[in-house]
């Protein structure tokens, strides 16, 4: 497996999002709230953006762990951020992500992701 020089701890992307219907649970009665897993799928989509651009176009990376706790509900129409820092390289190619869900100022989720480097399986979309 190549180097992959730009893939250093410290690195970061945020990315926003609204809460809008795809993202929420409704068995909580009314307009629903925002669903956990819905905030660890963008959590992972922001780590993989984070690394993606740095691998060229022979490599992708694919999510293997995810440790994260949901701390309060965030109701549709809100806005929410989500960071993911790169904390950790392992071997040149296991990742691990600090992540966090963000409403304002009131944090709504953090944990951990782990990603591992990979071939790709075939051209990757966009990709050309």
Same mark, same amino acid.
């Given at each position: 497996? %190549?180097?992959? %020089?730009?893939?250093?701890?410290? /690195?970061?992307?945020?990315?926003?999002?609204? =809460?809008?219907?795809?993202?929420?649970?409704?068995?909580?009665?009314?307009?629903?709230?925002?669903?956990?897993?819905?905030?660890?799928?963008?959590?992972?989509? $922001?780590?993989?953006?984070? /690394?993606?651009?740095?691998?060229?176009?022979?490599?992708?990376?694919?999510?293997?762990?995810? $440790?994260?706790?949901?701390?309060? %509900?965030?109701? %549709?129409?809100?806005?929410?951020? =989500?960071?993911?820092?790169?904390?950790? @390289?392992?071997?040149?190619?296991?990742?691990?992500?600090?992540?966090?869900?963000?409403?304002?100022?009131?944090? $709504?989720?953090?944990?951990?992701?782990?990603?591992?480097? @990979?071939?790709?399986?075939?051209?990757?979309?966009?990709?050309?």
């Amino acid at each position: 497996m %190549p180097d992959f %020089p730009a893939v250093q701890p410290g /690195i970061e992307k945020t990315i926003e999002r609204t =809460v809008d219907s795809n993202l929420v649970t409704r068995h909580v009665g009314g307009a629903g709230t925002f669903a956990t897993p819905a905030m660890i799928g963008l959590m992972e989509q $922001c780590s993989h953006k984070l /690394i993606e651009p740095l691998l060229g176009d022979a490599y992708t990376t694919v999510g293997f762990e995810v $440790c994260v706790k949901h701390l309060k %509900p965030s109701e %549709p129409g809100s806005r929410v951020s =989500v960071t993911s820092r790169l904390a950790e @390289v392992t071997d040149g190619r296991k990742l691990l992500f600090d992540v966090e869900c963000r409403e304002g100022d009131k944090l $709504c989720g953090t944990g951990t992701h782990r990603r591992t480097i @990979v071939a790709a399986f075939g051209p990757k979309p966009g990709a050309g």
